[in-house]
């Protein structure tokens, strides 16, 4: 089955204790990308990837890490994880950048809560 | 401030009648999506309407997009209780990214 799977689906954390978040792809997709979703904001764009090894910060990339060694895995990383990255973050793909721009394929959903 | 803005922010219908819910974006598009998220989980793309067409249909589902006024319309005809979800539109502006507005919440009552 084509999916976008992120783990974990929950995590409480505390502050400053770094944490990573995983999301891969079966799609051979080449574009992947993290938001954030927070309530009366929709989706804040954090990261992409156009490919493997190419990455570019997103609107709101402070506080975090992302990388991309292979194409079906964009983990997210938070290095010191601070109560205002509290929040649902999801992670897209898409074939293209090209492509993303028409339709991206959404994860799950990861629930964050940084005490 | 955000690129789509959905209107109303949540709505509360009854079973078979239709939704309607508007997005109003402030620079110019190449086109623009609605996605669907059922509570918890993630977003699922509906359609897609690209900045020269004005309409555009989808099984129960209606898009319009007005370029002049910069804004769109998403209509559910018959609404069912599985239609249940918030809805978002997004705007493609030639930025590496999409940009999503914030979301209308859909009530369908059974």
């Known amino acids: 089955e084509a999916q976008v799977t992120q783990n974990p689906r929950y995590l409480i954390t505390v502050t400053g204790k770094k944490l990573t978040v995983t999301c891969s792809q079966n799609m051979n997709h080449e574009y992947m990308s993290w938001y954030r979703q927070d309530p009366g904001l929709g989706l804040r764009q954090i990261y992409y990837s156009m490919n493997v090894e190419v990455t570019d910060k997103g609107d709101v990339p402070e506080g975090y890490k992302v990388s991309r060694k292979e194409k079906r895995n964009f983990p997210l990383i938070l290095e010191s994880p601070s109560p205002n990255q509290t929040s649902l973050y999801f992670c897209a793909s898409s074939y293209t950048l090209a492509m993303a721009q028409e339709t991206q394929y959404f994860g799950p959903g990861t629930r964050l809560l940084v005490l | 401030s955000q690129q789509g803005e959905e209107d109303p922010q949540a709505l509360s219908i009854q079973e078979g009648e239709n939704a309607t819910m508007n997005c109003s974006y402030k620079?110019?598009?190449?086109?623009l999506q609605w996605y669907r998220q059922n509570s918890g989980r993630g977003l699922v793309h509906l359609i897609l309407i690209r900045s020269n067409e004005r309409e555009k249909h989808s099984g129960r589902l209606r898009v319009t997009l007005d370029t002049s006024k910069k804004s769109s319309s998403l209509l559910i005809t018959a609404s069912r209780a599985a239609d249940t979800a918030s809805y978002f539109c997004a705007t493609d502006t030639g930025r590496r990214a999409l940009t999503f507005g914030s979301g209308t919440r859909l009530q369908v009552q059974p």
């Open positions: 620079t110019s598009i190449n086109n």
